[in-house]
Nanobody, 128 residues
Framework: QLQLVESGGGLVQPGGSLRLSCAAS????????IGWFRQAPGKEREGVAC????????NYADSVKGRFTISRNNAKNTVYLQMNNLELEDTAIYYC?????????????????????WGQGTQVTVSS
C-alpha cells in the first residue's frame, strides 16, 4: 500500500518561506494524483494544491495562489510544496495525500474525500 511521509514543517515568521516534502513508497498503481492539504485548529481540512495523475495539471486554493508552488521529482518519488510569503493564517498541520482513481486521471481535485492515502502530517506555524 502506498505510504506517504511529510517533512519540512517548522516555525517561521510572517513573510518567510518553507518547503515541505512528501516522500512516497509502496506503489501498487501506475498513476497517482497527489495533493497537499492543511487543517488548522477548529477548522475543516482544506485542499491547498494538487497534481493530477496525468502529471500535467495543477490546481491551487485561491488563498495560496501566487505564494505556494507544488512540484515533483519523479526520480526521488517526492512531491514538494514551496510556500513563500507565509501568513499567520497559513498555520496548520499540512498533509500529503494521494489517490489512484482512474476517473480523476486528468483532474486535479482539492477535495479531501477523493484521496485514499494520507501521510501523518507536518506542523507549520507562522508566528512573529
Amino acid at each position: 500500500q502506498l505510504q506517504l511521509v511529510e517533512s519540512g514543517g517548522g516555525l517561521v515568521q510572517p513573510g518567510g518561506s518553507l518547503r515541505l516534502s512528501c516522500a512516497a513508497s509502496g506503489f501498487t498503481s501506475k498513476y497517482y494524483g497527489i495533493g497537499w492539504f492543511r487543517q488548522a485548529p477548529g477548522k475543516e481540512r482544506e485542499g491547498v494544491a494538487c497534481f493530477s495523475s496525468s502529471g500535467d495539471m495543477t490546481n491551487y486554493a485561491d488563498s495560496v495562489k501566487g505564494r505556494f508552488t507544488i512540484s515533483r521529482n519523479n526520480a526521488k518519488n517526492t512531491v514538494y510544496l514551496q510556500m513563500n510569503n507565509l501568513e499567520l493564517e497559513d498555520t496548520a498541520i499540512y498533509y500529503c495525500a494521494a489517490h489512484d482513481n482512474p476517473l480523476l486521471f486528468r483532474l486535479c481535485v482539492l477535495s479531501p474525500p477523493r484521496y485514499r492515502y494520507w501521510g501523518q502530517g507536518t506542523q507549520v506555524t507562522v508566528s512573529s
